[in-house]
């Protein structure tokens, strides 16, 4: 049996990858693994605190890892934790990582690279799948999801704490992946055919923030899960 680390974000394209992967009896997925920012604790680009993080991890009923990385990180600093904590579980048999990952090419051959490098190769679960069809499926399986991040550049404020349904995909803009592929939102799972039992989750205050990079700014406006 394939022994399996998943890549946990808390959003709905990770918990599609992961409950089909426990679909297949030839793995085993052993445990979750969550990029955190190390000063606010909150999932990375996400930002849903770890406490609510652990109980969704709790409900799922799968143990949780945490990479606590800090906010202004340099890449190899990043990657250099990375290595040190899949080595933790490259002691427990575990070969393989696998990620909700849909479309973006560059980013899939960046976890191949760096994977390879300690012997790991890389499970992609949601590869290439139809966007619009997948999000139509992860609702029609009983899932159940809140927008917790948007960016404003794609977004308003009134699609930010909805939770994703018909009427929300309806409402998308048309340049905006129905899966939010490109970054568009992101999302925290709170109920579905992977949970032992739901998650109760209530909407807290908005925040916005921006961030640079390349000498471009981007907005990003966040609802405080509780």
């Not at 049996?1 to 992961?18: H, P, Q, R």
């Not at 680009?45 to 709790?58: C, E, S, Y």
């Not at 290595?83 to 976890?111: C, M, N, P, W």
Request: charged share 30%; aromatic share 10%.
């Amino acid at each position: 049996m394939e022994k399996i680390l998943m890549n946990w974000s808390g959003g709905k394209d990770s918990a599609m990858a992961l409950y089909l992967l426990q679909q297949n009896k030839n793995v085993e997925v052993l445990s979750l693994l969550t990029s955190v920012n190390k000063e606010m604790q909150r999932i990375s680009m996400h930002g849903v605190h770890i406490d609510l993080l652990k109980k969704q991890a709790d409900c799922i009923g799968l143990p949780l890892q945490l990479l606590q990385v800090p906010e202004s990180t340099q890449m190899e600093v990043y990657e250099k934790a990375m290595e040190e904590q899949l080595s933790h579980f490259s002691k427990l048999g575990v070969r393989t990582s696998a990620f909700g990952d849909i479309l973006l090419e560059d980013l899939r051959e960046y976890r191949e690279k760096q994977l390879a490098k300690i012997g790991w190769k890389a499970k992609f679960p949601l590869w290439q799948k139809d966007t619009q069809k997948l999000v139509h499926d992860f609702i029609e399986m009983g899932f159940k999801t809140r927008v917790c991040c948007i960016n404003k550049e794609f977004l308003g404020t009134e699609f930010l704490g909805r939770d994703i349904d018909e009427d929300f995909i309806n409402d998308l803009p048309k340049n905006v992946d129905p899966c939010g592929e490109n970054g568009e939102f992101h999302t925290f799972v709170y109920d579905g055919p992977i949970f032992r039992e739901p998650l109760n989750i209530s909407n807290g205050e908005k925040i916005e923030k921006s961030y640079s990079h390349d000498g471009k700014s981007y907005g990003f406006e966040f609802i405080d899960l509780k």
